[in-house]
């Protein structure tokens, strides 16, 4: 088990049902021990990804359960859903709370869908860059911020967000696309070595740098500490 919620079956990544007899993305259901879980598919998701492929303790990139997270390129629900399996748990017995913001009308309504049976889960319509039109949801920094916008200025984006919303020793995860940054012409691995750079300039640790390939091509999933 990497959490009371989240077991690794093999090759296989499972989070117990929070909501009984839904699947979410047409994943698999399956019990274990008369217990309901979804199958959390990893090329379908980064943070499934980053676990599946992390070199570290793979519950170093869970939050801790029933804490209050941000969560910013929410898409339309396939990470959030496993992640609210093991932050909140069914019913919210647990009383986490998961801010999941994106720009997308149609995310959502799909995020709002979802919400309606995982209480716990927030949807929020809004811009990871501007912080004074969903920020008041946040009174207090949190522990664990993910961001997985995909768009130009990824890097920035994360910065600024952690510098406002994430804790001193909190973990922040960037999903980066290298495709969605200006191309200057050089190697992707040049790239990821100058975001890591820009990560420690501007006060974190950077404790991972996890290459998703075969589960998402030109993408690195940095998990980092905030220091300063
Ligand atoms: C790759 S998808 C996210 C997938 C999701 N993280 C998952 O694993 O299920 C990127 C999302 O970021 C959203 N997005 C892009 N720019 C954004 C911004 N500035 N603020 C909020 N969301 C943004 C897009 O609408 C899109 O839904």
Request: glycine share 10%; hydrophobic share 40%; with cysteine.
């Amino acid at each position: 088990m990497l959490s009371w919620a989240v077991r690794l079956e093999g090759r296989a990544l499972w989070t117990e049902n929070a909501d009984i007899g839904v699947a979410v993305y047409g994943e698999n259901l399956r019990k274990f021990g008369g217990t309901e879980y979804r199958r959390w598919d990893p090329s379908r998701s980064k943070l499934g990804a980053g676990i599946m492929r992390t070199k570290r303790d793979k519950s170093l990139l869970l939050p801790e359960e029933g804490s209050t997270v941000l969560y910013l390129g929410a898409g339309h629900g396939t990470s959030i859903s496993h992640l609210h399996d093991h932050l909140c748990g069914a019913n919210n017995d647990l009383g986490g709370r998961l801010i999941a913001v994106d720009l997308a009308p149609r995310c959502l309504r799909d995020l709002t869908h979802l919400a309606k049976t995982r209480p716990g889960l927030v949807p929020v319509l809004g811009d990871a860059r501007k912080h004074s039109a969903w920020g008041v949801l946040l009174p207090r920094k949190v522990d664990w911020l993910f961001q997985d916008v995909a768009q130009s200025g990824q890097v920035e984006i994360f910065i600024d967000a952690c510098q406002r919303f994430l804790n001193k020793g909190g973990t922040g995860l960037l999903s980066l696309k290298a495709a969605s940054e200006r191309w200057t012409g050089e190697g992707e691995e040049t790239l990821f070595a100058k975001v890591a750079q820009k990560l420690n300039n501007n006060g974190f640790d950077v404790e991972e740098s996890i290459k998703l390939t075969g589960y998402e091509d030109n993408h690195v999933l940095f998990v980092t500490r905030r220091v300063e």
